[in-house]
C-alpha cells in the first residue's frame, strides 16, 4: 500500500491505497463521490473526465498515486456551496445538453477545464475541444450550445437564464 | 478493467531513476504520462512488477532554446508543445502534431518522451521528428548518448532504447527565420475516421523531408519522393513515389492498397503546404 495525500473538491484526503487503484475507482469507491463514470475503461468516452490541477483529464487512465499531492475536481466540485447548480451544469440544465446523463458528469468537467483554457472558445473551438467525451444520446447540438451558454454566463456577458435556448448552432 | 499489481516507486531526478532501474531490472518500467502503458496494463499487454514514476522529475521536463537547438525534455507533455510559444516560432509543425494527439484529456497527460519510448508506427510526434531530423538523447549508466532519430526506430513498438536507459530529452534543429523571412516549409496530413483515434496514415512533411506514419513498422522516410523533389521533380510528381519501398499492413480502417493510395494523396497535400 501507498499513502496518498490530495484534495479532492477542496477537502484535503490521505488514504492509504494500493498503487494500481484507478483514480476513478478511488474517487467513487474509496470516495463514494459517484458523478465520474466508468464508460469505455478505455480513455476513449470521457465519461470518467475530472480535473487534476484544473485541467482534464480521464480518470480510468490516472493511478490514484499519480495524483499524490494534487488537486482533483469532480462534478460534484462545481455546486454552488448552497448547494445549486455551478454555471457550466445550469447552462446543460438550460440548453437541454443530456439526455440519460451518463456522459454529462465528463462533459460538464471537460467544458469546465476548456473553458478555464480558452474562456471565449468558438463553436469550432467548443466542438474540438470536447472530441474526447462522446455522448450517445443527445447529438451533441445542445452540449456545445451549453458550452457557448456557460462561457457567455463566466464572461458576464448574460445574466444567467436569458440565452435564448435556440442559440444557432451549425449542423 | 484493473492492472495486475505492481510496486510503485518515484523518481526525484533523472539519476535516482536510472538507479532504481539499474535496481529493480527487466521487471521495472518507466512511468511517464501512463497513456500508452496503464491501457496496456489494464489488458496484461504489459505486466511490469515496478513501475517508476518519472513524471515528477524537473529536469526532465521543459522548453528550452540551446545555441541552432531547441532541447524539449522526455516528460513535456502535449498540451506543453501544443501552447509553446517557442515552438510556434520556430517549429510550428512540432506545435501543430501535438496538438493532433488523441484529445484534450490525452494531451493533458501523454508525454513527448513517452510517445517516441512507446515508438508506436502510427502515432504522431514520431512521425513528425523523424520530418524534423531530430536527435534523441538517451541517458544510461555510462552517461548520455545522442542518436539520430533516423536511426532510433527499429521495429514496431521497438527502438534503440535499452531497458536500463532513459530517453531524456529530445533535440530538434532551430528554424529561425531567414533573411527573406522564410520560416519553416511544412504541411501535415493525419487521415482518420474516428475522433481521438492514430492515423490511419500521416505525413508529416518539413522543408524537402517527408515522413510517413502506418506504411510499416516503424515511421518512416519518402525517400523517393524526398529524392525526387531535390532533383527538379514537381509536388505532383515527387507525391507520386510515396509509397516506393513501404510495407503498410491491413486492418479494419485500409488494406495495403488504400495506404499507398493515401500516402500519395496526403504527401502531394502535405508538400503542398496543408494541414488536416
Ligand atoms: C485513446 C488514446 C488515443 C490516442 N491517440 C493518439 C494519437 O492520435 N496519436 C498519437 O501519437 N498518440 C496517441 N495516443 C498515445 C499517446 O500519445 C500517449 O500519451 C503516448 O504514446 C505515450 O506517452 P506517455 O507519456 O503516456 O507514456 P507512458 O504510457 O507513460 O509510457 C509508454 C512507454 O514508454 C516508456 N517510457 C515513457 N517515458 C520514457 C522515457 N522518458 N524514457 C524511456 N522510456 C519511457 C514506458 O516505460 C512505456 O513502455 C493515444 C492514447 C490513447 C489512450
Ligand atoms: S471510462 Fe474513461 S474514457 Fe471512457
Ligand atoms: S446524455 Fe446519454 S450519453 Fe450523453
Redesign the pocket.
Known amino acids: 500500500m501507498t499513502e496518498v495525500k490530495l484534495t479532492v473538491n477542496g477537502v484535503a484526503r490521505s488514504d492509504e491505497v494500493e498503487p494500481r487503484l484507478l483514480l476513478v475507482h478511488y474517487l467513487r469507491e474509496t470516495l463514494g463521490l459517484r458523478a465520474a463514470n466508468v464508460g469505455c475503461d478505455?480513455?476513449?468516452c470521457g465519461a470518467c473526465t475530472v480535473l487534476l490541477d484544473g485541467e482534464s483529464v480521464k480518470s480510468c487512465?490516472v493511478l490514484a498515486v499519480q495524483a499524490n499531492g494534487r488537486a482533483v475536481t469532480t462534478a460534484e466540485g462545481v455546486v454552488n456551496a448552497d448547494g445549486t447548480l455551478g454555471v457550466v451544469q445550469q447552462a446543460f440544465r438550460e440548453e437541454h445538453g443530456l439526455q440519460c446523463g451518463f456522459c454529462t458528469p465528463g462533459m460538464v468537467m471537460a467544458v469546465t477545464g476548456l473553458l478555464a483554457e480558452n474562456p471565449r472558445p468558438t463553436e469550432q473551438e467548443v466542438r474540438e475541444g470536447l472530441e474526447g467525451n462522446f455522448c450517445r444520446c443527445t447529438g451533441y447540438h445542445n452540449i456545445v450550445r451549453a458550452a457557448l451558454n456557460a462561457a457567455a454566463r463566466l464572461q458576464g456577458a448574460v445574466p444567467s437564464g436569458t440565452v435564448p435556448s435556440n442559440t444557432e448552432v451549425s449542423a | 478493467m484493473i492492472p495486475a499489481s505492481f510496486e510503485y516507486e518515484v523518481a526525484t531526478s533523472a539519476q535516482h531513476a536510472l538507479a532504481l532501474l539499474a535496481e529493480h531490472g527487466e521487471d521495472a518500467?518507466?512511468?511517464?504520462?501512463?497513456?500508452?502503458?496503464?491501457?496496456m496494463m489494464k489488458v496484461r499487454l504489459?505486466q511490469p512488477a515496478v513501475l517508476i514514476d518519472?513524471a515528477r522529475v524537473p529536469e526532465?521536463s521543459g522548453i528550452r532554446v540551446d545555441g541552432d537547438e531547441i532541447v524539449i525534455g522526455?516528460?513535456t507533455r502535449?498540451a506543453d508543445l501544443a501552447s509553446s510559444e517557442v515552438l510556434a516560432a520556430e517549429v510550428p509543425i512540432l506545435a501543430y502534431a501535438a496538438a493532433?494527439?488523441?484529445?484534450p484529456q490525452?494531451r493533458h497527460?501523454?508525454?513527448i518522451?513517452?510517445?517516441v519510448?512507446?515508438a508506436?508506427p502510427?502515432?504522431?510526434?514520431p512521425m513528425t521528428l523523424l520530418a524534423l531530423g531530430a536527435t534523441i538523447e538517451i541517458t544510461g549508466p555510462a552517461g548520455t548518448r545522442a542518436v539520430g532519430v533516423d536511426d532510433f526506430f527499429t521495429g514496431p513498438f521497438e527502438s534503440v532504447?535499452q531497458p536500463d536507459?532513459?530517453?531524456?530529452a529530445i533535440r530538434v534543429p532551430r528554424h529561425r527565420d531567414d533573411k527573406a523571412g522564410a520560416g519553416q516549409t511544412w504541411g501535415y496530413q493525419k487521415f482518420v475516421r474516428r475522433a481521438?483515434?492514430?492515423?490511419i496514415v500521416g505525413v508529416a512533411a518539413c522543408d524537402g523531408r517527408v515522413a510517413l506514419a502506418s506504411m510499416g513498422g516503424t515511421p518512416l522516410r519518402a525517400h523517393a519522393t524526398e529524392d525526387a523533389l531535390r532533383s527538379g521533380a514537381s509536388i505532383q510528381e515527387a507525391a507520386q513515389l510515396a509509397a516506393v519501398g513501404t510495407s503498410p499492413g491491413a486492418d479494419f480502417h485500409a488494406d495495403a492498397d488504400f495506404r499507398e493510395h493515401l500516402a500519395r494523396v496526403l504527401t502531394r497535400r502535405a508538400l503542398e503546404g496543408r494541414t488536416g
Open positions: 478505455t480513455t476513449s487512465t | 518500467k518507466l512511468l511517464a504520462g501512463g497513456h500508452s502503458l496503464l491501457p504489459a518519472i526532465l522526455a516528460t502535449h493532433q494527439v488523441g484529445d490525452i497527460r501523454g508525454t518522451g513517452g510517445s519510448a512507446h508506436d502510427s502515432a504522431d510526434l532504447l536507459e532513459i530517453l531524456s481521438n483515434d492514430w492515423a
